[in-house]
Every structure is written in structure tokens, then in C-alpha cells.
């Protein structure tokens, strides 16, 4: 079929192409989950055909849903629904249906639901076997009445990420990670099926079955939009074999370069990044900010805990001189912090740092990791918030801290000067500062800066001979009553093997 004859035939067949099958009884996709688990583990080994084989990144992005067919689908009063083509990253097929007052109806796949751009399509077929939904897209009115901006996207393994008002996408979520910053392949499992529920006023429930030969798992999610995205949700893991190095409620992120280490990219802005530094809230209530970095070699911390409070990842300055990137927007690009329903018990926040020299790979991970290992034939649940937001974080009483620099002291070959700025003007703040065996700190001093708004503490760092040291620093009084935050930072030696 000519693609002018798709488009003359396109209103008519993709009416009768999207229509719901039959309506079924509502079964539960938790079940189906746990069933999975008994079975062993199949992949899709089904190939694309065309139009959807073979596409290069422009070719992908020539594809787009039709209103009315597969995008801008109502989904009760304040929210409607696109449905994703498959293709370049995105080959295996997600089975798609929602919950009606008749049953359960799902949606059917087909090239007409799709617009195919003439510059990369000549011939489209009516039918792609195996093909199907690669993911779905919601919207709502966030920013203006009327005007259904993205919320929310499901696309690519397990992944997802969302946006509150007045902001563009940046850092994303999955339901789980497994093998992350390991010694071994990370595996990804990946959505097999996903359920919209009807809305609720301002909300909406989406389900979802992942699948991967380690395990099978279900995602609840309870989506509310607004000036901070919202979500509540439970993930409940079902274990094909044992697993040690499972992260829960994982983000994933991207840096580059800030003033921490800005040699790193040679690059007109002064900063390139989705996410600037962890912070944990951990189960005795102390907080700890980590400054992400862009390391010489792959860097895995954990900061062990019980029952944490909260952690997230967070996009920390928020003005436009800070980037100097009019087209990336990353002054507008959310945090993302995970706070859990109950108790998960002992284990660790885990931050992993991947090398990258370019802004285009996802190279920062943070998630929470169970200190015993998650048993096969079992189940485990998980019940977390995760709020998108363009806030600060809540450091209560503390001052926080404002920002952080470095760079190599010149004259003293071999030390690294550190600029650490937090918004306190006690006559009595003292910085207390420690490093890991085989550093040293020397030269500390703190001082209020001249607008009167922060005391600057500053040092400088030596590492002797070793690779890797970490730098502990709070600001307290003179009774010595907290007044930050405690401070950590990883240092590793450069790129060219200097400090």
C-alpha cells in the first residue's frame, strides 16, 4: 500500500483498527505476575518488520500518533493518553489495555493508528508482525486550562520519568535495577504489559508486569499532577533465582561537569548536568548531601542505613545563568526524591558514578539496596513515594549548603583547593572537616561572604599517593549544635592522573 493511499484510508480504518477487543473480566496483573515467576524466563525473539525494522534516530522520530487514533486519547475529565510506535530502541511489543465500566478492553496495535513522515517511508504496510505499543505517554493540563502538556512517559525497559509545572524532562525512574555498577552485565527487565484504571478527579492509577530472566515484578503506580509531580507507588518483586544486587526505586541521572571538576568537558557552560548531588535523610535523621561527580573510572559508594527517612536526587541551582543553555533547559529539569511508606528494614543507599564524555548518556544511578539478598520463589513489596519537584531540599533548622568549587592550587603542586559555601552567618559557625586515611586537610578557614547571605569554608586537600579519598565536612557552633548538613564528597584522581 502507497502511503497516500494509507492517509486516504486512514480515517476510516484506524477507527476500526483502534477499537477495543471484547471486553473481558478485570483480572489482576499482581497475579499474573507471581504466575510468571514459576515460568521460566522467554524473551521476545520476534524481529521487527516493516515500517518499523531498521530506523535510524531521525526515521524514528518521522513516525507520530495520530490524534484521535493512538494520541491525545481522553482518559476522564483532565487527562489523555498517547500511544508510542515501536522501533530503534524500542523493539519489544507491550500488551496495553484499561479498565472500563464494561471490563477490561485492550487496545490493538496497528501501522494506521501512526503518521509516517514521506521523507523516511515510501511503502506502509497495513500489518507488522510481532509489532506493538513500545510504551505510553499521559498528559494534563500542568502549565495553562486547556493546553494537555506530557506528564508522564513509560518507554524502554522498565523506565519512566514525569514533570510538574514549568518543567522539562530531565533524570528518569524505573521500577528496578539489577547488577547496576557491578562486575557483570547490568540486566534490564523490561514492561510486557501495562494498565491504565479510569481517573479519579486529578489522579490516575497505572499498572504494570516487568519481566527479565531473574524475575517478574508488578508496578502500582498512583499518579498527581501539579507544581510537583506526585506519585505513590508499590512495587512487589517476585524472584526467579537469588538476587544480591537488586536496587530499589532506582533513579537515573546524568552529569558531566560543574565547578567541582569543570576540566572534565571542554565546553562553553559553566555547568552540564540533570542532577548535582544525593541527599539522603537516613534512618537516625542525620542528612548527608553527596556532590555528584563525572570520575576517571566507575565509582560505587553506599551509605549504609536503616530504615532511610528519604533520598533523592536533586538539580540544585535553578537560575539560567548557571547553565548558559538555551535549548537544553537544565535550570528547569526536576529532582526526584524517594520517601518510603513503611519501614524497608537494613541495607544501603547506593550512588554509582559512570565516566561519560557526553551529556547524551545517563551515567548517575541511586537506589536503595536490601542488605540480604532477595530470595528465589519469594515475594517482596516495596510502598515509596516519588515527587518531581523544582524545591530545595528540606534541610528543616540546617542551613544548607550553596555551592560547591574546586580546582587545583597552583603554586603547592600536588593540593586542591575546595570553596564550600553554606547559608548561615553565625558569628560562631566552625567548619569540622575529616579525610580518609592517606589524605590530609590543611589551610581551614571560614568567613561570611560579602553580601552577608553565607559563611564561605574553604580548604586545602592533599591526597598523597592514593586514588581515592573522601572528604567529610558539617559547620557547627560554638556549642557545637549542627548547623549544616554533613557534606561528603568522593574525590578521584583526574583524568590525567593529578588532583
Do not use: C
Amino acid at each position: 500500500m502507497k502511503r497516500r493511499d494509507l492517509l486516504m484510508g486512514t480515517a476510516v480504518l484506524a477507527v476500526v483498527v483502534a477499537m477495543p477487543t471484547i471486553a473481558q473480566p478485570v483480572g489482576s496483573l499482581l497475579d499474573m505476575a507471581k504466575a510468571m515467576q514459576q515460568q521460566p524466563y522467554t524473551p521476545n525473539t520476534t524481529p521487527l518488520a516493516p515500517p518499523f525494522a531498521g530506523l535510524d534516530y531521525n526515521a524514528y522520530r518521522g513516525i507520530r500518533p495520530l490524534v484521535g487514533q493512538s494520541a491525545q486519547l481522553p482518559h476522564g475529565d483532565h487527562f489523555a493518553v498517547d500511544l508510542l510506535p515501536p522501533g530503534l530502541y524500542f523493539p519489544d511489543p507491550i500488551k496495553v489495555d484499561k479498565v472500563t465500566p464494561e471490563g477490561l478492553r485492550e487496545i490493538a496495535f496497528s501501522p494506521a493508528l501512526f503518521d509516517f513522515d514521506t521523507r523516511y517511508f515510501d511503502d506502509v504496510p497495513d500489518t507488522s508482525p510481532g509489532a506493538g505499543f513500545s510504551g505510553m505517554r499521559l498528559r494534563y493540563p500542568l502549565n495553562a486550562p486547556g493546553r494537555m502538556d506530557e506528564v508522564l512517559v513509560m518507554q524502554g525497559a522498565s523506565y519512566f520519568r514525569a514533570i510538574g509545572a514549568a518543567m522539562v524532562y530531565g533524570l528518569s525512574a524505573r521500577t528496578i535495577a539489577l547488577g547496576t555498577g557491578g562486575d557483570g552485565p547490568e540486566e534490564f527487565p523490561r514492561f510486557v504489559h501495562l494498565r491504565l484504571h479510569p481517573a479519579e478527579g486529578e489522579t490516575v492509577r497505572i499498572e504494570g508486569v516487568i519481566d527479565s530472566p531473574s524475575l517478574t515484578g508488578h508496578l502500582d503506580m498512583v499518579l498527581r499532577p501539579g507544581v510537583d509531580t506526585q506519585m505513590e507507588i508499590t512495587t512487589t518483586i517476585f524472584p526467579r533465582v537469588d538476587i544480591a544486587d537488586i536496587g530499589i526505586a532506582p533513579l537515573t541521572s546524568m552529569y558531566l561537569k560543574g565547578p567541582m571538576l569543570a576540566v572534565v568537558s571542554d565546553d562553553f557552560r559553566p555547568r552540564v548536568h540533570d542532577s548535582d548531588v544525593l541527599v539522603i535523610e537516613n534512618g537516625a535523621g542525620e542528612q548527608i548531601w553527596r556532590p555528584i561527580a563525572n570520575p576517571r573510572n566507575v565509582e560505587t559508594s553506599a551509605f549504609v542505613d536503616d530504615a532511610p527517612g528519604r533520598f533523592g536526587l536533586y538539580q540544585l541551582p535553578r537560575n539560567y545563568d548557571d547553565y548558559q543553555d538555551t535549548e537544553a533547559r537544565y535550570h528547569d529539569r526536576p529532582s526526584a526524591t524517594v520517601e518510603p511508606l513503611e519501614p524497608w528494614g537494613p541495607g544501603a543507599v547506593m550512588l554509582v558514578e559512570l565516566p561519560t564524555q557526553t551529556e547524551f548518556l545517563d551515567n548517575i544511578v541511586a537506589f536503595w539496596r536490601p542488605q540480604d539478598p532477595l530470595l528465589a520463589g519469594k515475594e517482596y513489596r516495596y510502598a515509596y513515594k516519588l515527587n518531581w519537584t523544582l524545591s530545595a531540599p528540606d534541610v528543616g533548622d540546617l542551613a544548607p549548603f550553596v555551592q560547591g568549587r574546586s580546582g587545583r592550587e597552583h603554586d603547592r603542586p600536588g593540593h586542591r583547593r575546595f570553596v564550600v559555601d553554606v547559608a548561615t552567618v553565625d558569628d560562631g559557625a566552625q567548619p569540622v572537616i575529616s579525610a580518609s586515611d592517606g589524605a590530609e586537610v590543611l589551610g581551614i578557614s571560614a568567613f561570611p561572604l560579602p553580601d552577608g547571605t553565607a559563611t564561605r569554608v574553604t580548604f586545602l586537600f592533599a591526597p598523597g599517593d592514593t586514588d581515592v579519598a573522601e572528604i567529610r565536612l558539617s559547620v557547627r557552633a560554638a556549642d557545637e549544635t549542627p548547623l549544616s548538613p554533613v557534606w561528603l564528597h568522593r574525590w578521584t584522581r583526574a583524568r590525567d592522573g593529578g588532583v
